[in-house]
């Protein structure tokens, strides 16, 4: 079932179209990052998902029905929570819950079950203000989940951590991921890569891209051809770019890196050619795209 449902989405500043008509669908249970590099809509995206910016354009539906009328399905941690220092864990929880209405009794058992899910319990009577980075972006997922939402949302939860606190998140994340839909935001491959579902990549307030990591690295990896040798190499690259299926040839080092479109055909063109060269050959390899690479080919840097 769909979960969340996003067509057309359109979003302008200032007269100019910076989320310029998104569809993204999420599933019931699924965890989707997006993923995309600073500017490119992330946050504004978000935004609008939890209801905190109006669209422009189109249409964002939880289970079919506007999500401005079932805010309280949707949960959501910022990119950077803020809490008062002078609170506990428990006595911040206390507050939220009573904000969103939740009933006492129901409150109370709940904030000891989301603290144990955070782990934080062993810390729910310390100050806010003695937590690590990692501590406060857990007791803010806490604090996104109290009433439970259906939809959490979460925005780059964590690019300011360090290596533990982020170890931490992503354990929790893992975890959490079981039991509610999840969308988050990161600029970061390798957080998107570890726990998610499917990858929705975000350039110039576009997708350029939505599929689970298996169908990038099947669907989008192309060939590249390792070649290493010494001497004058403007030749060579000139002959070896007139094939078609030669798209760009770029040297890292010492090694040209021979981007092609199909394997068998850039094989013939790159061993071919090095029957010509001037130098002294070293080495010709041969390897699949990485996912870093196709991210960063998509997103143009
Ligand atoms: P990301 O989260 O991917 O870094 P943002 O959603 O923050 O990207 O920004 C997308 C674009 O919208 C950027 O070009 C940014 O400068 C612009 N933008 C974001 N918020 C505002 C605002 N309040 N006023 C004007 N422009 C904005």
């Known amino acids: 079932m769909k979960k969340l449902e996003i067509q057309g989405l359109k979003k302008k500043y200032n007269g100019k179209w910076v989320i310029k008509g998104i569809d993204l669908t999420i599933d019931e249970k699924e965890c989707v990052a997006l993923i995309g590099p600073n500017g490119a809509g992330k946050s504004t995206m978000i935004n609008m998902i939890v209801q905190i910016l109006a669209q422009d354009e189109g249409r964002i ?22 809490f008062y220092g002078w609170m506990s864990a ?30 934080l319990e062993a810390n729910a009577n310390k100050k806010i203000s003695t937590y690590s980075g990692g501590m406060r972006q857990r007791l803010g997922i806490a604090q996104a ?36 839909t999840i969308l988050f935001s990161t600029h970061i491959l390798k957080d998107a890569e570890e726990i998610c579902d499917r990858i929705a990549i975000i350039k110039n307030g576009e997708l350029v891209a939505d599929k689970t990591v298996a169908q990038l690295m099947k669907e989008e990896s192309s060939p590249i051809f390792e070649v290493e040798f010494t ?46 060269i001037q130098g002294e050959f070293i080495r010709v390899e041969n390897r699949h795209q990485s996912l870093e690479e196709i991210f960063m080919e998509k997103v143009g840097k």
């Open 145 to 180: 989940i109290l009433h439970r939402p259906e939809l959490l949302v979460l925005d780059e939860p964590v690019s300011a951590l360090d290596p533990i606190g982020r170890r931490e998140m992503m354990q929790l994340l893992e975890k959490l991921k079981k039991e509610i």
């Open 231 to 276: 001497g004058d190499s403007d030749a060579w690259q000139q002959t070896l770019l007139q094939n078609k299926c030669v798209e760009k040839i770029e040297k890292i080092g010492l090694v040209y890196q021979v981007h092609t479109t199909n394997q068998k055909a850039g094989a013939e063109a790159v061993l071919s050619s090095l029957l010509n």
């Open 61 to 82: 539906t939880l289970d079919g029905q506007d999500a401005k009328s079932v805010r309280e399905k949707i949960g959501f941690l910022p990119q950077y929570p803020e």
């Open 90 to 119: 428990t006595e911040c929880l206390h507050f939220m819950g009573e904000l969103s209405d939740m009933e006492k009794k129901d409150l109370e058992a709940r904030i000891k079950e989301v603290l144990l899910l955070v782990g």
